[in-house]
């Protein structure tokens, strides 16, 4: 066949046509199918001249159109439709060929059809691709696991159409084997929704505790993205509280019904957390914070039940405008005290995994390549990546001497905060845990002693002694209690 494809698309909703074009744009010529024919007539007839495409009505016809080796990008629903598409392009294909799955699927299937196509002698690369339909257009940040012979194929595309960070470099690098890119995608994911629910707490302690106008806040979003604070979200933020809704005139954050949904990517950052195990509680509570939004039936009783507590505010209001000017900062610096927190607990958590499944991560070049294209995008990336490199961060990202400057500077705030918040009846519970985690990780000493015996003691699971080594177990029922050795 004569004018073959270079690479080709699976799926052309608004991730997966944008995708498509991304790569035409850049002299790609790109082979695309979609199970609905109209999507693909659809992406022809509107974008059809952007560049070069070949249009499939089958898999046989998209497969058959395609360059050896074969390249093929999967982006359909994850789940049933992912693994049913994954198996037609595997039936059609052959040795040596690549099926790549650009969606959120969870890490853990990703390595399971790995090792399948593997057997088969398919490479199969799950892809984190992160950036939305806007990213995915433009340039997205990608997250590629998968074989080094796919990378070497797969890499020079990538690298091509990935967005790019401000000193040039593509916001793309192979993660590793089978299905570490799909983690690292999904912990992104999890950082993403800290992210967002301290900035939603920043906002809540500004509009509530403070009684500022949307309208304010927004222009105190704007001041906070000038700073170390510098990042996509702060800047979306900023854009959203400075909206008035067409219909009513009113800010728009005051007609948005208040149910924050979740699509799963967060809930499996903290379930795998819990299995590696690796303390994530930032991010923890970031997800049960949208779950609380979503059980508006139970809130409504409790607004109905008149549960009591303090009507939310921070007392501070009535010292005038320069305490409230006081009480901004304080809030600014607790959200990046909070927000190092919750980075770092994710960087953990990617290298807790990488030893669980021995992926040899760059943490470094993950910090490199969200330094665009992505949702978490932000200043201080730059910061992470060089306390990796340096080494200084190979423990804890909290051990590098600017982070643990930052946090030095930052406590008095940090801690007014999370106290005003609890006394004024305003929930920061990320905030909060935050914090809590920060005065765990750094305390000499703490009460899972009393845990350990209270387990000891009704469920005879043994302990572990600070003068000597080995595992011991009391018999607590018996005079004196006497200790038995293991």
Not at 40 to 61: N, Q, R, Y
Not at 422 to 440: E, I, K, Q, T
Request: aromatic share 8%.
């Amino acid at each position: 066949m004569e004018n073959l494809a270079d690479i080709g698309v699976v799926g052309l909703a608004a991730m997966g046509s944008n995708l498509a074009r991304n790569l035409a744009h850049q002299g790609y010529r790109v082979a695309v199918f979609n199970r609905s024919a109209w999507r693909t007539d659809d992406l022809m007839k509107k974008h059809g001249s952007e560049g070069s495409f070949v249009p499939a009505t089958s898999i046989a016809e998209f497969v058959a159109s395609l360059k050896k080796p074969r390249t093929a990008i999967v982006m359909v629903k994850a789940g049933d439709p992912t693994q049913s598409m994954i198996d037609q392009l595997a039936d059609a294909m052959e040795p040596g060929d690549i099926i790549i799955d650009g969606g959120n699927t969870y890490f853990e299937d990703t390595m399971r059809r790995e090792k399948e196509l593997r057997a088969r002698g398919l490479h199969f690369v799950g892809c984190g691709i992160s950036g939305g339909e806007e990213g995915a257009l433009h340039g997205p940040s990608m997250m590629p696991g998968g074989s080094d012979e796919s990378w070497a194929t797969l890499g020079p595309i990538l690298e091509r159409i990935s967005a790019k960070a401000p000193d040039g470099s593509p916001c793309v690098t192979h993660i590793g084997g089978n299905g570490s890119g799909h983690f690292v995608k999904m912990v992104h994911n999890g950082i993403e929704y800290a992210d967002m629910q301290l900035i939603a707490e920043s906002y809540d302690l500004l509009r509530r505790g403070l009684g500022l106008s949307a309208e304010r806040i927004a222009g105190v979003f704007d001041e906070w993205n000038k700073t170390e604070l510098n990042s996509y979200l702060i800047e979306i933020t900023a854009e959203v509280l400075h909206h008035a809704d067409a219909k009513t005139g009113k800010p728009f954050i005051d007609v948005v019904a208040d149910e924050a949904g979740m699509k799963g990517t967060g809930t499996w950052t903290v379930q795998t957390a819990l299995s590696l195990p690796v303390p994530v509680p930032s991010i923890a509570e970031a997800v049960f914070a949208r779950g609380l939004s979503e059980r508006t039936e139970q809130r409504a009783a409790a607004q109905k039940q008149g549960l009591p507590g303090p009507k939310p505010r921070l007392d501070v209001a009535a010292d005038g405008e320069p305490a409230v000017a006081a009480a901004i900062e304080d809030i600014r610096q607790a959200l990046y005290a909070s927000k190092i927190v919750a980075y770092a607990q994710g960087f953990d958590e990617i290298a807790a995994g990488a030893k669980r499944y021995g992926w040899n991560i760059d943490l470094g070049a993950v910090a490199r390549i969200w330094r665009n294209g992505c949702i978490i995008r932000a200043q201080f990336l730059n910061r992470i990546s060089d306390a990796y490199a340096a080494g200084t961060a190979d423990v804890s990202l909290l051990f590098d001497p600017y982070f643990k400057s930052a946090l030095a500077s930052t406590q008095n705030p940090w801690r007014r905060v999370v106290a005003r918040a609890a006394m004024g009846g305003v929930p920061a519970p990320a905030f909060s845990s935050s914090l809590a985690y920060y005065d765990g990780l750094r305390s000499d000493r703490l009460p899972a002693a009393l845990i350990q015996c209270q387990r000891d003691l009704f469920g005879a699971h043994t302990y572990g002694r600070v003068d000597e080594p080995g595992v011991f177990h009391t018999l607590w029922e018996q005079e004196g209690k006497p200790e038995e050795k293991f």
